[in-house]
Structure formats: structure tokens, C-alpha cells
T-cell receptor
């Protein structure tokens, strides 16, 4: 296992609601990246946080937002949920001086 | 990074045979190429990676080769076993970021 944890494991929401997903990075890692993985596809980059600042964003709308805390844990917030937001949300942590990313177990979000 | 194409999408081999998965990338500045294995319902797990200063790297039955001129890299699995059955993803760094662009995945099935 990688030492990266995520909560909750599963979540069911209805369209229009808001959701917050959480990630604890591996000890010593100061960078957290969030990915969305739709069924049967590869992970798609949402955004990355480095030392509490957003450090790059993929092609996702502003209703996807995030935070990183002083202990380098992170949150992903999604507002105004849409059916297409149903996916596995993965966070990955890395240290600032390497490209190697280690994934958490993911949060399975279902939007009804 | 930026655009990563992966082939084939599915691959079925007999136990003991070799399997090869190929990826191409578009950003000539990319210098780090990881491969992840994802079993059903689990997190992507880093199995091997290669950096652009080497052309080949081996770890027991797994090897990765890199051709920077042609901008492609490949995963080779020898003496395949049923437990190698999973979805494999290649990835390359997003331009200017320590986040990853993933290929679309290869579903490998090893028939006993």
C-alpha cells in the first residue's frame, strides 16, 4: 500500500448537490494531484496542489475546486453535481523533487 | 505528456506467453514515463517507470523500453501469469507540471 488515504470510500448524491472528498498524502509528500476516472477510461487530471497553492489545472470547470492544508492533506469540492460527474476520484501524492505519484484507493461517486 | 496514445485496448495471451503494450506521446520535453497496473476496484499501482536518460529498464518479468526519437515507449511482460490480468496504463508528465497524462488503458487477460 502507498500510505495515501481517501474518504469516503463511496458516496451517492443527487444532481445539483455539492460534495467534498478528502485525501491524506503519504508522509513526506507535499504535492497532491486529483484525477477523475470514468468507467473504462484512464484517469483525467483535475488539478494539483503544491504547498497549499493550486499548481496547475486540467480541463475541468470552476465548479471543481480544491484546498490543501498545512499538513498537506487535501480536499476536492464539486458544486452543482451533474450525472456525468459519476466516477472514481483518485488523489495521488508526490514529493516536490520527483515525478513519481502514488495513488490513494479512490472515492466512488455516484450522481443520481 | 499532453497527448498519450496507448495500444492495444485489449490483449489476451496464454499463460507463459509474453505481452507487449505500446504508447506514444506528443511532448518531446517529456522525460518520465511510468506504468500503472489497476485491478478491478483497486487503485492504480506503479509497477515500473523509466526516465529519459536510459533506453530500457527491467524488474524481474517486467521491462520498459523508451525510444525518445520516435516518442514511444513500451511495456513488456514475460512469462505471464493469471495474476497479471488487469488494466495497464501508461503515462507521461503534463507540460510544466508534476502531474500525469494517462493513456486510455490496456485490458490484459492471461488465460490459464
Amino acid at each position: 500500500e502507498t500510505g495515501v488515504t481517501q474518504s469516503p470510500t463511496h458516496l451517492i448524491k443527487t444532481r445539483g448537490q455539492q460534495v467534498t472528498l478528502r485525501c491524506s498524502s503519504q508522509s513526506g509528500h507535499n504535492t497532491v494531484s486529483w484525477y477523475q476516472q470514468a468507467l473504462g477510461q484512464g484517469p483525467q487530471f483535475i488539478f494539483q496542489y503544491y504547498r497549499e497553492e493550486e499548481n496547475g489545472r486540467g480541463n475541468f470547470p470552476p465548479r471543481f475546486s480544491g484546498l490543501q492544508f498545512p499538513n498537506y492533506s487535501s480536499e476536492l469540492n464539486v458544486n452543482a453535481l451533474e450525472l456525468d460527474d459519476s466516477a472514481l476520484y483518485l488523489c495521488a501524492s508526490s514529493s516536490g523533487d520527483t515525478d513519481t505519484q502514488y495513488f490513494g484507493p479512490g472515492t466512488r461517486l455516484t450522481v443520481l | 505528456g499532453e497527448n498519450v496514445e496507448q495500444h492495444p485496448s485489449t490483449l489476451s495471451v496464454q499463460e507463459g506467453d509474453s505481452a507487449v503494450i505500446k504508447c506514444t506521446y506528443s511532448d518531446s520535453a517529456s522525460n518520465y514515463f511510468p506504468w500503472y497496473k489497476q485491478e478491478l476496484g483497486k487503485r492504480p499501482q506503479l509497477i515500473i517507470d523509466i526516465r529519459s536518460n536510459v533506453g530500457e529498464k527491467k524488474d524481474q518479468r517486467i521491462a520498459v523500453t523508451l525510444n525518445k526519437t520516435a516518442k514511444h515507449f513500451s511495456l513488456h511482460i514475460t512469462e505471464t501469469q493469471p495474476e497479471d490480468s488487469a488494466v495497464y496504463f501508461c503515462a507521461a508528465p503534463r507540460t510544466g507540471r508534476r502531474a500525469l497524462t494517462f493513456g486510455s488503458g490496456t485490458r490484459l487477460q492471461v488465460q490459464p
